[in-house]
């Protein structure tokens, strides 16, 4: 069951998302994230989504695992559409039942907050995770930040932290399932019971994957030290980040649209 | 005693995805009662979801698993039951290993199980006697043992539940030989007294032909052969095809054969082995005393 998370996943492909430097799409990505969070009018909006259905279309990801991915989030939708169709005021009144007063600006509110959380989700999965090795994004973190490394922020560090941390995930859930089937094996009960039953039976998986996360990590780390490891000083890279014309085109797009979202936002409905 | 028994079962991984795979298909066999029961295979055969399918830890996509004749998946809430009949100690158990005593650790399937303290008291310390672990070692950490020692702990944790039938799946990997012989040695020992079904799942086609009275072979998902040690092992070419091979001093003996220096191949033990090239060696030193 463990096996089934495939938030944050990396699919392989060939498309002009996946070609496009790194670098280049986490700046894309912070363009489109004020594109969408400043939208206000109904016409900015309609652009947003326009322009987030055109980056699915570009990842050439099957729609149907982009919305896949959407599940977790259908209670957190449900949860602030109602949140804004009732505790909004607005001018035109729509229903008004006991302490209950529901507006139409309430209404046009939610379905926008709603479309915004979609975009917004969509948007950064074909953007980067989908679309970017965990390698290329821990590279490109460590490159947008190295001005930083003059204030003596350890980026390097930082940075071989991530793609470590993102490289043992899938061997934790195998260990987590591994450590889960032998539990049960020897008849742990974990599905059923009050919560703190449930809590309880937590501890005899938690404790043995410590212990091997412990395990690995000392073993990695003589690993790196055999291999003469000694931090990001004088490191030279086998795949050098080079940026293109089209990247550069690219980002430029993205931010006359970020910009523009701004002007649109003076037409059609708007709260 | 209830024996167990697969029936027509397939095992599908990711159905429906680009993923999909069959790890078991259509398999068929009776691991029958009381008696060793040796599984062998290549890497990715469908050993290890045979396995998790004997105690319900896998469900069958297709067949079904009997134990003692009934479907263990007759009643589908009832399945951790199953999982005290079926012990299935899985491969590097050691991994496995939480509580604050080698004695807590031991007693924690038999907890679940509901047993009472004095049963329980017994069943630890009988588990623990057969898998070769000391009095003294009962009330340390399992985390300052060895990894030989800890191996036993988690096998003691599992044989402990005193399971109708114990699935073992390559209990002696990477332990050094004397570890080998002295945790199966003492398992087996276990297994004769209680009568129970035991099954290891190996990759040592030593450990297989010495151990086992009878022998299946999975080749790709399928049941490649099955027999006696004799039947499997007399069939050298049908083992190569599943990319296995013959135990090493049966090897000996096809080489000697084709030397005309023994007339049989029937070998698949050190022990007999021995016995039989000191019988060729006295027929021949006999032979020249005579001529």
Known sequence: ?271 | MSGIEVKNVSVVYGAGTPFEKKALDNVSIDFGSDRVVGIIGHTGSGKSTLAMLLNGLNKPTEGTVLLGGEDIWARPKEISKVRFRVGLVFQYPEYQLFEETVYKDIAFGPKNMGMDEENLDRAVRNAAKFCGIEDTMLEKSPFELSGGQKRRVAIAGVAAMDPEVLVLDEPAAGLDPAGREEIIGGLLEYRKQRKSTMLIISHSMEDIARYADYIVVLDHGKVHMQGTPAEIFHDAERLFEASLDLPQVTKLFVELKKRALAEETDVYTCKEGVRRIKAIIEKRLTGEANA
């Open chain 1, 1 to 271: 069951m463990l096996k089934d998370i495939t938030l944050g996943q990396f699919f392989p492909g060939n498309s002009l998302l996946h070609k496009t430097d790194a670098r280049f799409k986490i700046l894309i990505l912070i363009a489109f994230l004020v594109a969408v969070i400043a939208a206000k009018s109904a016409w900015s909006f309609l652009a947003v989504v326009v322009v987030t259905a055109a980056f699915v279309a570009l990842s050439r990801i099957p729609v149907k695992i982009v919305l896949k991915n959407l599940k977790p989030l259908i209670f957190i939708l449900v949860f602030t559409g109602i949140l804004n169709i009732f505790f909004y005021k607005g001018e035109t009144l729509l229903l008004h039942w006991s302490f209950i007063k529901i507006y139409k600006e309430g209404l046009i509110y939610a379905g926008f907050m709603m479309l915004r959380l979609v975009c917004l989700v969509c948007g950064s999965f074909v953007i980067l995770t989908y679309t970017t090795s965990p390698l290329d994004m821990t590279d490109a973190i460590e490159k947008l930040l190295s001005p930083l490394k003059a204030l003596h922020v350890p980026v390097h560090e930082f940075a071989m932290m991530m793609t470590i941390a993102l490289r043992f995930i899938p061997t934790l859930v195998e260990e987590t399932d591994k450590i889960m089937c032998a539990q049960k094996a020897r008849g742990a009960d974990m599905e059923s019971g009050s919560l703190l039953k449930r809590a309880k039976a937590l501890v005899p998986i938690l404790i043995p994957l410590f212990v091997s996360a412990f395990r690995r990590a000392d073993e990695l780390a003589e690993a790196m030290e055999c291999r003469c490891y000694h931090g990001g000083e004088g490191r030279t890279r086998m795949k050098q980040m080079k940026s293109r014309f089209s990247d550069w085109a690219f980002l430029l797009l993205m931010m006359v649209f970020a910009v523009g979202v701004f002007f649109i936002n003076g037409y059609g409905v708007r709260v």
